[in-house]
């Protein structure tokens, strides 16, 4: 399988390929999605919440998510890497999101990073894409921002909100971000949306037509267990089958049924009389 580049990325809309994404934090898991056959990892300012034990993604900084996406990038040879641009590291000025952009590229080897907002982050949109910097845009309910929106709600459901996200869309697309992601918006606007622009809409919370789909792949496996999403379907539950094998691990040692012979060594001398 080659790696799939930004202008893979792209093409992939209208091509009747459903384009997938999942989060991934470290190397083990991103090379396990990898060999899934995921075409997209995100590396997501979730880490956050479901790694890093903050109660939101704003306190996420710019080292942490350098150093969790080296993690991913070590771990994945097929999928597009995506770097999450954290809160506070693009907003000062374009100048700062090129210097920050630049470092998810230069030293956490990504292949593009994302960052939240629409018409307001336009500049420094243009700004990293002129700068070499490919860029994929976030809009609907955007987490970093969730208090002005009024909390994690969806987003688009009057005729003023649905007009002010497909402007956002047209700008971002103008801006030069090569797709979309949009977030808890009511699904006959995502249809609309996606068709009014030329880039990949993916939806997360956004209905069945998008160009692809994105959930966080603690949700997905059942591995975050504070809350889920309404919009996340949860294909296993491994917080469970986690806590069953540490039980059963504990019951084990307690009884001292573990470790048996076959994960023990032998001597290959006669030590008694060290005793």
């Known amino acids: 399988m080659n790696k799939i580049t ?31 056959g995921v075409d997209s990892l995100l590396v997501g300012d979730s880490l956050g919440m479901v790694v890093l034990g903050y109660d939101s993604t704003v306190p996420v900084t710019m080292e942490e998510m350098l150093h969790h996406a080296r993690a991913v990038s070590r771990g994945t040879e097929h999928a597009l890497v995506i770097g999450d641009m954290p809160f506070g590291s693009y907003q000062v000025s374009v100048e700062q999101a090129i210097a920050n952009g630049t470092r998810f590229l230069k030293e956490a080897g990504c292949d593009c990073v994302k ?97 692809g ?7 997905m496996l059942g591995l975050f267990e504070k809350f889920t999403p309404k919009f996340v379907k949860q294909y296993c539950n491994l917080a469970l089958d986690i806590k069953q094998g540490v039980q059963s691990y504990l019951e084990e040692i307690e009884n001292r049924s573990f470790p048996g012979k076959e994960h023990s060594f032998a001597l290959e001398e006669d030590f008694s009389t060290l005793l």
């Open 115 to 211: 960052l939240e907002g629409g018409k307001e982050v336009c500049a420094a949109v243009q700004g990293l894409v002129q700068a070499g910097v490919p860029v994929m845009g976030h809009i609907g309910l955007t987490p970093q921002t969730a208090g002005q929106l009024g909390g994690f709600k969806v987003q688009g459901k009057t005729m003023e909100a649905a007009r002010q996200l497909l402007a956002d869309a047209q700008a971002l697309e103008e801006a030069g971000a090569f797709a979309i992601v949009l977030e808890a918006v009511p699904a006959p606007l995502t249809k609309i949306l996606s068709q009014k622009v030329t880039v990949p809409v993916i939806g997360i919370g956004a209905g069945p037509d998008c160009d």
């Open 213 to 219: 789909q994105v959930l966080v792949i603690h949700d």
């Open 6 to 36: 930004v202008k893979d990325f792209r093409e992939m809309k209208g091509s009747g390929h459903v384009i997938s994404m999942l989060t991934a934090y470290d190397a083990s898991m991103a090379r396990l999605l990898d060999q899934a």
